[in-house]
Nanobody
Framework: VQLQASGGGLVQAGGSLRLSCAASGRTFSSLVMGWFRQAPGKEREFVAVISWSGGRKYYADSVKGRFTISRENAKNTMYLQMNSLKLEDTAVYYC???????????????????WGQGTLVTVSS
């Protein structure tokens, strides 16, 4: 599976940005998809995950109510709509894929089999 994240950029605090993750190499609808992020000097952290059909979603508390994860299986693409961005949202955002939806391990990077290259989101004051 190849994953390509895009859509990052520079945005002012309070603004919005939409990230995309295009997948290839495997039937997209068989993949559980997730977003992670890594700020400078920090460990990679979980942001959100979405099930195969999009019927189940789970968010980190830090983004709940501001970010929305979605997917279009017909386009082999996942999205992350980010609203009300804060300075602390600045990070490289990575998309990732796994085959199981397990609420006990959403945030565990080791459970994800495939990773994209990351896209940088910078939130300025």
């Amino acid at each position: 599976v190849q994953l390509q994240a895009s859509g990052g950029g520079l945005v002012q605090a309070g603004g919005s940005l939409r990230l995309s993750c295009a997948a290839s190499g495997r039937t997209f609808s068989s993949l559980v998809m997730g977003w992670f992020r890594q700020a400078p000097g920090k460990e990679r952290e979980f942001v959100a995950v979405i099930s195969w059909s999009g019927g189940r979603k789970y968010y980190a508390d830090s983004v709940k109510g501001r970010f929305t994860i979605s997917r279009e299986n017909a386009k082999n693409t996942m999205y992350l709509q980010m609203n009300s961005l804060k300075l602390e949202d600045t990070a490289v955002y990575y998309c990732a894929a796994r085959t199981s939806y397990d609420s006990s391990s959403h945030s565990n990077t080791d459970e994800y089999d495939h990773w994209g290259q990351g896209t940088l989101v910078t939130v300025s004051s």
